[in-house]
């Protein structure tokens, strides 16, 4: 700092040409300029002289170290942008005593950046200076000096070490949905995925900043992911319940097919098997070409009761009466094949609800998988922005 004391010019003519000389700090008056964001006692040393120029100017080199305090809004961390502020003022000289100024231009102080270390966390974007006269009586105005430093936060070690694993979980489970639902990896892939998940918050914890005036957004980012990865595995428990074991089942409710197999299906472009009375009546058109021969074959052959190979009897010869055993044996046989046929169609009923009830489910997972897709797309767009914005402002 530096001051004009009327006082103490002479000429330099006068004394051999001294222009300057070193002059005790007890031995004259040294203004009181104080800073208020003082937390700290300063440890600088002490100068035991300052230097006086012949046209008053008084010159005093001795180095101040501030213990200052900022209040950090972390709520943009990793990409935030500090305000700290110190105030040169005095309380005890008015303004007509001491008038606080600049030795500098504003703009030379604005871009000096030579005694900022900017091999640390943070890193120096400018400082602004400003000059205000504020009064605390009616007559009475005192001048005050006020530097805004403004620092930024050096952002990759974050990104590395908290936003990247994040986001190579959540990749991770977005590819989980392409396991198949009927089997039971799916369930185990995203229980795995959501326990990494709460390991890796614990161990990013300590990482964080913590205050009581607010939380960081990347802390709502946590939470928002790791209720992403709950959804996720409660859509694939849902869809895993609907496809397993479809035979103990009822069949799809007509309602249910409408909304999921031809609405859903149709407007989200989801694609499905055959419709079941198509492949039925592919089935019945199938087996029809095959068995008519067989069908005349063996119905002739149960019909008249003759073995492969005999000559049937011609219309005159009146056949002999079937004997007893022989009816008996037919009609057991009758019995075992009707028995068969109701064994085949309740199995072939129980494979058709299956079926439905599997493209029921690979329609919902497929539906809700593209809107968990849109959900995790749109809330990492929206997060990008606001931290490119506010790494750029």
Not at 102 to 129: A, S, Y
């Amino acid at each position: 700092q530096y001051w004009i004391d009327e006082f103490l010019m002479w000429n330099p003519e006068d004394f051999d040409s001294i222009t300057q000389l070193s002059i005790p700090t007890n031995c004259i008056w040294i203004p009181d300029i104080l800073i208020n964001e003082f937390v700290d006692v300063g440890k600088s040393p002490d100068i035991p002289y300052v230097y006086v120029r012949h046209h008053g100017e008084v010159q005093n080199y001795k180095p101040i170290q501030v213990v200052t305090a900022c209040s950090l809004d972390i709520y943009n961390f990793p990409f935030d942008v500090q305000n700290c502020s110190l105030t040169f003022t005095s309380w005890l000289h008015t303004i007509r005593d001491i008038n606080i100024s600049l030795l500098r231009k504003p703009e030379n102080v604005k871009q000096d950046k030579t005694v900022f270390m900017n091999q640390g966390e943070w890193e120096l974007l400018c400082v602004l200076p400003q000059f205000q006269e504020f009064s605390i009586e009616s007559n009475n105005s005192y001048a005050e000096m006020k530097f805004y430093v403004v620092i930024r936060r050096r952002p990759l070690f974050y990104t590395v070490s908290l936003l990247l694993p994040s986001i190579f979980l959540m990749i991770m489970d977005i590819v989980g949905f392409y396991l198949p639902p009927d089997s039971g990896e799916r369930v185990s892939f995203k229980i795995t995925l959501l326990l990494g998940y709460s390991v890796f918050l614990i161990i990013v914890s300590d990482t964080l900043p913590a205050t009581a005036i607010g939380t960081p957004l990347i802390g709502v980012y946590f939470v928002v992911c790791m209720a992403l990865l709950v959804i996720s595995l409660t859509e694939t428990i849902l869809i895993v319940r609907l496809v397993h074991r479809q035979e103990l089942q009822r069949p799809v409710p007509p309602w249910l097919r409408r909304l999921v197999l031809e609405r859903a299906a149709s407007l989200f472009c989801l694609q499905q098997p055959p419709p079941r009375m198509a492949r039925q009546a592919a089935d019945d058109s199938n087996s029809s070409k095959d068995c008519p021969s067989k069908m005349n074959h063996y119905g002739k052959g149960l019909g008249t009761g003759l073995r492969e190979g005999e000559k049937a009897p011609s219309e005159d010869d009146s056949p002999p009466p079937p004997p007893r055993e022989s009816s008996l044996a037919v009609r057991g046989m009758l019995q075992e094949l009707a028995a068969i046929r109701r064994f085949l169609e309740r199995r072939e009923e129980c494979r058709d609800i299956s079926r439905d009830w599997l493209r029921v489910g690979s329609v919902l997972d497929g539906l809700l998988f593209r809107v968990y897709l849109f959900a995790v797309l749109a809330y990492g767009v929206t997060l990008g922005a606001l931290w490119s914005v506010w790494q750029y402002a």
